[in-house]
Structure formats: structure tokens, C-alpha cells
């Protein structure tokens, strides 16, 4: 017996952008880990190929995953997986906060208009700019949630994972250095507040050839873990 797909549409914003063209990793994995199961549990996203803006794509459930297809092609894949996504360690918002003027993409970006950490205005772009936080190998920054990304539930789970992708590569990148999101595991323990400020931290966790991983969190005032996430980013050849 086969399981029939269930099939929705999904249309990607221009604004949620990551390079010229396609759709932010984080912003897809944090949607794919919202429609397979809210990302209350983990969730790990796999992007085989880049995501078009403004095109109407083919969301489909099939048991315990979710893919998206652009026509027959598969772009994204959602599975769950059975692990609790530990942070890579807090940082004062404060201390997170200054690290940001440390961000190499202040210098050399090589997506200048990507959501979650180009420099777009205000409001507009997440402007998410982690650095070096002195004495660790963290990388960090300080997140004050515009109500220009609140839908009616809330701060949704793209957001999240649009703030949680960036600074995974970051951890790694020195100027002009670049790479794109393979895959992402997200997992979300409590809600984004509008408004709120919070910590974003990230650390590198290792490199095999041009593949980087690493580990992100975004952090409430008092250490409180509200959102993980581990990359994989393969770098051009």
C-alpha cells in the first residue's frame, strides 16, 4: 500500500531572499520544519538545489516528511530526527550586541542583500551582523525582533530559522570567504516575543574539505535557550 501526498503550494516572498535570486536556507528550513511539525521537535532540512522566489512550488507531505518540488524537481527534503539541538553557549545580549562590530561582512559581503544578515534597511532585512566574541570561539549578535516580521501567531518558524542559518557560516567566513547552505536541523523550545531582544550566538564545529558545520542559538535576557539549530555549508569549488 502506498501513502497518498498531501499537497500544498508555497510562493516565496521576494523579500526573504538569501543570494540574488533564491530563497534564504533558514527562512525554507524554518517553513519545512513548521509544516512537518511546528518545530517543537527537531527537524533536519536538506537543500539539494536553491529555492526560486515568487514561483508557486509544490509542498508535499508523505508519512514522517516533507519535500518541496519545482515540478519534478526536489528542492528541500524535512525529516525528523530524534535528538534535543544543544547551543553552542550563551552571551549577554550586551556583550552580543558589541560583538557586532566585528562583523567581516561589514567589509566584504558576499550577499549584501540576504534577509536574515545583509545589510538591508531596518525593518526590512533581520540584520543579524554576528562577530567574534573576545576570548571564545563564538560568534555573536544581538537580535531585536521587528513587529515587521509578527504574523498573526506570533514570530513564525521562518523567522527562526532565517536568524538561525546566517551565523552558522559566519562562524567560519573571513572577508570575501563565502558558502551555501546544505542543510540545517532546527528545533524551536519556546516563542519568539515581538519586540523582545535576544542573543544570537553560533560556533564552528568543524570542516571536512569544503564542507563547514557548526551550531547556532538564539538566547533569552537570562541564558534561556529558545531556538537551535546545526549547519552543514558546502563552499564553492
Same mark, same amino acid.
Given at each position: 500500500?502506498?501513502?497518498?501526498?498531501?499537497?500544498?503550494?508555497?510562493?516565496?516572498?521576494?523579500?526573504?531572499?538569501?543570494?540574488?535570486?533564491?530563497? @534564504?536556507?533558514?527562512? #525554507?528550513?524554518?517553513?519545512?520544519?513548521?509544516?512537518? @511539525?511546528?518545530?517543537?521537535?527537531?527537524?533536519?532540512?536538506?537543500?539539494? &538545489?536553491?529555492?526560486?522566489?515568487?514561483?508557486?512550488?509544490?509542498?508535499?507531505?508523505?508519512? @514522517?516528511?516533507?519535500?518541496?518540488?519545482?515540478?519534478? %524537481?526536489?528542492?528541500?527534503?524535512?525529516?525528523?530526527?530524534?535528538?534535543?539541538?544543544?547551543?553552542?553557549?550563551?552571551?549577554?545580549? @550586551?556583550?552580543?550586541?558589541?560583538?557586532?562590530?566585528?562583523?567581516?561582512?561589514? %567589509?566584504?559581503? =558576499?550577499?549584501?542583500?540576504?534577509?536574515?544578515?545583509?545589510?538591508?534597511?531596518?525593518?526590512?532585512?533581520?540584520?543579524?551582523? =554576528?562577530? =567574534?566574541?573576545?576570548?571564545?570561539?563564538?560568534?555573536?549578535?544581538?537580535?531585536? +525582533?521587528?513587529?515587521?516580521?509578527?504574523?498573526?501567531?506570533?514570530?513564525?518558524?521562518?523567522?527562526?530559522?532565517?536568524?538561525?542559518?546566517?551565523?552558522?557560516?559566519?562562524?567560519?567566513?573571513?572577508?570575501?570567504?563565502?558558502?551555501?547552505?546544505?542543510?540545517?536541523?532546527?528545533?524551536?523550545?519556546?516563542? +519568539?516575543?515581538?519586540?523582545?531582544?535576544?542573543?544570537?550566538?553560533?560556533?564552528?564545529?568543524?570542516?571536512?574539505?569544503?564542507?563547514?558545520?557548526?551550531?547556532?542559538? #538564539?538566547?533569552?535576557?537570562?541564558?534561556?535557550?529558545? &531556538?537551535?539549530?546545526?549547519?552543514?555549508? #558546502?563552499?564553492?569549488?
Amino acid at each position: 500500500m502506498t501513502t497518498a501526498a498531501l499537497q500544498t503550494v508555497l510562493t516565496v516572498p521576494e523579500r526573504f531572499r538569501g543570494p540574488v535570486g533564491v530563497a @534564504n536556507g533558514g527562512w #525554507i528550513a524554518g517553513t519545512m520544519a513548521e509544516a512537518l @511539525n511546528g518545530g517543537r521537535s527537531a527537524v533536519e532540512v536538506t537543500l539539494h &538545489a536553491p529555492t526560486p522566489l515568487g514561483t508557486e512550488l509544490r509542498l508535499e507531505h508523505v508519512a @514522517n516528511s516533507v519535500s518541496l518540488f519545482d515540478g519534478d %524537481k526536489l528542492l528541500v527534503e524535512a525529516i525528523p530526527v530524534a535528538e534535543d539541538l544543544e547551543g553552542p553557549g550563551f552571551v549577554p545580549f @550586551n556583550d552580543a550586541a558589541r560583538a557586532e562590530a566585528g562583523f567581516v561582512g561589514l %567589509k566584504a559581503h =558576499p550577499f549584501a542583500e540576504c534577509f536574515a544578515c545583509g545589510l538591508r534597511e531596518p525593518g526590512d532585512g533581520l540584520r543579524i551582523f =554576528p562577530g =567574534p566574541v573576545e576570548g571564545t570561539d563564538l560568534v555573536a549578535a544581538g537580535w531585536r +525582533v521587528p513587529f515587521t516580521v509578527t504574523g498573526e501567531d506570533g514570530v513564525p518558524a521562518s523567522i527562526v530559522g532565517a536568524v538561525l542559518d546566517c551565523i552558522t557560516g559566519w562562524a567560519h567566513f573571513g572577508p570575501g570567504e563565502t558558502a551555501l547552505l546544505g542543510r540545517l536541523a532546527v528545533q524551536i523550545h519556546r516563542p +519568539v516575543t515581538p519586540g523582545g531582544r535576544y542573543s544570537v550566538v553560533a560556533r564552528p564545529t568543524g570542516r571536512d574539505g569544503r564542507k563547514m558545520f557548526g551550531q547556532s542559538a #538564539i538566547y533569552e535576557a537570562d541564558g534561556t535557550i529558545v &531556538a537551535a539549530a546545526r549547519a552543514t555549508w #558546502i563552499a564553492p569549488r
